[in-house]
């Protein structure tokens, strides 16, 4: 079954939508602030950072060249979108609840 017209655009668009809200929350939450960093701050840090990876990941799954018509990786790179938005949310709720 091939991909709806304009997959591969909506899904670049809405990774790096999501990469940016996720590099705002993190200058807005005060990663270059002094201090020392608690248990909580690094479990922040690396639920963005790897939700930052997913985010990043997702054109280049999406635009990767397929073998045959109709095998297009709009699946994976969905999974990898969704995977970098929990992430980055996950980040944001450690945050303000912790």
């Known amino acids: 079954m091939?991909?709806?017209s304009g997959s591969v655009t909506g899904l670049c668009s809405?990774?790096?939508t999501m990469f940016a809200v996720g590099m705002a929350f993190l200058g807005y939450w005060g990663?270059?602030?002094p201090g020392h960093w608690?248990?909580?701050d690094y479990v922040?840090?690396?639920l963005a950072l790897i939700g930052f990876a997913a985010l990043g990941s997702v054109p280049w799954i999406v635009t990767t060249?397929?073998?045959e018509e109709g095998e297009e990786?709009?699946?994976a790179a969905r999974r990898a979108l969704a995977l970098g938005v929990v992430l980055i949310w996950l980040s944001?709720?450690?945050?303000?609840?912790a």
């Open 2 to 4: 091939r991909a709806p």
């Open 14 to 16: 809405a990774s790096a």
């Open 31 to 33: 990663v270059y602030e």
């Open 38 to 40: 608690r248990s909580f």
């Open 44 to 46: 922040v840090v690396i």
């Open 65 to 67: 060249p397929v073998a």
């Open 73 to 75: 990786k709009v699946v």
């Open 92 to 97: 944001v709720l450690v945050a303000v609840f």
